[in-house]
């Protein structure tokens, strides 16, 4: 069945730096691959989007990057923040599914 | 403002003990509804979603059901719990399908079972 991996477990950078977390999906006709950022105990919150018509979006210190070739996207974090620490899933789907990677656990040291 | 709210926040209940999970989404007409169950320290899997009042659509068994007795009121249940059903139960909404943009999740609830 369709499969994302999410490649990085745990993530260790420190403050400034910046931190990539990659995927990669199975289903060749994904066309939407959303990142959610879950903080401990908490809910998740929808960071940024990227669909298949595009290789690249950018909010703010947020990059997304797809590569349709590979099936493979990944979230970069820029100047990282201490607040940036939490855990974040990748995904992909169709009209009513996603399916989710495991998720990153990003630790972001002072 | 669109709010959505899951109630309770946290449950303890016995193995083979009935289950109520509720909730509720305010300011927004129609949504698409999501139940999510995430095992501790785990990803997300989707078990029901529903497009319309009265319509729901099982993703997985998990001897879990589902029904959205009114627009805006998504419940989860179960006559008999299992050990295997703890976990983050999390509720969300979405303008459309869940490829259409993002989806908005309620704060969950945690549910153990002894």
């Known amino acids: 069945g369709e499969k994302v991996e999410q490649h990085e477990s745990t993530l260790s950078v420190r403050e400034g730096d910046s931190a990539v977390i990659n995927c990669t999906y199975t289903?060749?006709?994904?066309?939407?691959f959303p990142w959610y950022k879950q903080e401990a105990g908490k809910s998740l919150h929808f960071v940024i989007d990227?669909?298949?018509n595009v290789d690249r979006k950018q909010s703010q210190r947020l990059i997304v990057l797809l590569d349709k070739k590979a099936k493979r996207f990944s979230l970069h974090i820029t100047a990282t923040q201490p607040e940036d620490s939490a855990i974040y899933f990748c995904?992909?789907?169709?009209?009513?599914?996603?399916?989710w990677g495991l998720g990153t656990s990003l630790v972001v040291n002072p | 403002a669109q709010t959505i709210h899951q109630w309770p926040v946290a449950e303890i209940k016995a193995v083979g003990s009935p289950l109520s999970l509720g909730c509720t989404i305010k300011?927004?007409?129609?949504?698409?509804l999501y139940w999510y169950w995430q095992a501790t320290g785990g990803t997300l899997q989707q078990l029901f979603y529903?497009?319309?009042?009265?319509?729901v659509e099982s993703v997985v068994q998990l001897n879990l059901s589902a029904s959205r007795p009114k627009d805006d009121q998504f419940i989860l249940s179960t006559e008999k719990l299992l050990l295997s059903h703890s976990g983050f139960y999390l509720c969300?909404?979405?303008?459309?399908?869940?490829?259409?943009?993002?989806?908005?999740f309620g704060e969950g609830s945690k549910l153990t079972v002894l």
């Open positions: 969300a909404w979405s303008l459309a399908g869940v490829n259409t943009g993002q989806l908005y």
């Open positions: 300011g927004k007409s129609s949504p698409n």
């Open positions: 529903s497009i319309t009042v009265g319509q």
């Open positions: 289903d060749t006709a994904s066309s939407y």
């Open positions: 990227i669909r298949s």
């Open positions: 995904a992909d789907g169709d009209n009513s599914k996603l399916i």
